[in-house]
C-alpha cells in the first residue's frame, strides 16, 4: 500500500494519474496548502523542501519518495512500466521528463505567478514568462510532429509535461496553432486513468470533500 500526500495541482495530479495508470493500491492524505499543512513538524520530515506530493511506500518498508518526478521513476521503475528497462528508448524518456522539470513547470509557474498572483502588475515579467512558456509549447508541438507520444511509447515523460500544460489558460497561454500540441493533450484527457487523476483530491473549492478522502484507498 502506498500513501500518498497531496493537493490539486499540477505536481499532485501527475503523481495521481500515475497511480491510477498503474492501478495500484493507495490512500488519498489531503495537504491543504492554504492552512500550510506542507510546513508542519510532521510533513517536514517525509519531505524537507516542503513541497507536496509526497509518498510513503509501505510495501517498500516505509520508503518516502518526495519531488513529483522523482516520485514518477520510482513507481516506474517499481513496476517496470511507462519508462523502457534500458537504451536509447529509456534515456529519451529521461530527457522528457526532465524538459518539464527545467523548463514547462519553472516557467509556466511563474507565468502564472505574474499572471495571477504578484502583487503588483509587472509587463515586462509577464511578456517573458509568457513568451518562454509558449516557446517550449512550441518545442514540444515539433516534437510532437511525427510522433504520437513524446518518447515511443506511452510513458512517465507524456504524464509530467501534460500535468502542467492541460492548465495552460490559467497562464494565459494559448495552444491554438499548435495542431500537434493539442492532438496529443486531447489523447491524454481520453486516457480514462489520467482523467481519475485529475480528480484527486478533488479541485475548486471542495476542499471538505478531498479531507474526506483521508484514509480511504482507491479503486481502479
Not at 24 to 32: E, G, K
Not at 105 to 114: C, H, K, L, N, R
Request: charged share 25%; glycine share 6%; hydrophobic share 40%.
Amino acid at each position: 500500500m502506498i500513501d500518498l500526500y497531496t493537493s490539486p495541482t499540477p505536481n499532485g495530479w501527475k503523481v495521481a494519474m500515475m497511480l491510477e495508470e498503474l492501478s495500484l493500491p493507495y490512500n488519498v492524505n489531503y495537504i491543504d496548502l492554504a492552512a500550510k499543512d506542507q510546513a508542519t513538524p510532521e510533513f517536514l520530515t517525509m519531505n524537507p523542501n516542503g513541497r507536496i506530493p509526497v509518498i510513503v511506500d509501505h510495501d517498500a518498508d516505509d520508503l518516502v519518495v518526495f519531488d513529483s518526478n522523482a516520485i514518477l521513476f520510482y513507481l516506474a521503475e517499481k513496476t517496470g512500466k511507462l519508462l523502457p528497462k534500458e537504451g536509447a528508448a529509456r534515456h529519451d524518456v529521461m530527457q522528457w521528463l526532465m524538459f518539464q522539470a527545467s523548463g514547462i513547470g519553472p516557467m509556466q509557474g511563474q507565468a502564472v505567478t505574474f499572471e495571477r498572483y504578484f502583487p503588483e502588475d509587472v509587463p515586462a515579467a509577464r511578456k517573458r514568462y509568457h513568451n518562454e512558456t509558449l516557446r517550449l509549447y512550441t518545442v514540444l508541438n515539433t516534437r510532437l510532429s511525427d510522433r504520437e507520444w513524446l518518447a515511443g511509447e506511452f510513458s512517465i515523460a507524456d504524464i509530467s509535461n501534460w500535468s502542467w500544460i492541460r492548465s495552460h489558460r490559467w497562464a494565459r497561454v494559448p495552444t491554438e496553432g499548435l495542431p500537434n500540441l493539442e492532438r496529443w493533450m486531447d489523447q491524454l484527457r481520453a486516457r480514462p486513468a489520467c482523467e481519475r487523476g485529475l480528480n484527486i483530491p478533488p479541485s475548486s473549492g471542495r476542499a471538505d470533500m478531498a479531507k474526506s478522502l483521508g484514509s480511504a484507498m482507491t479503486t481502479t
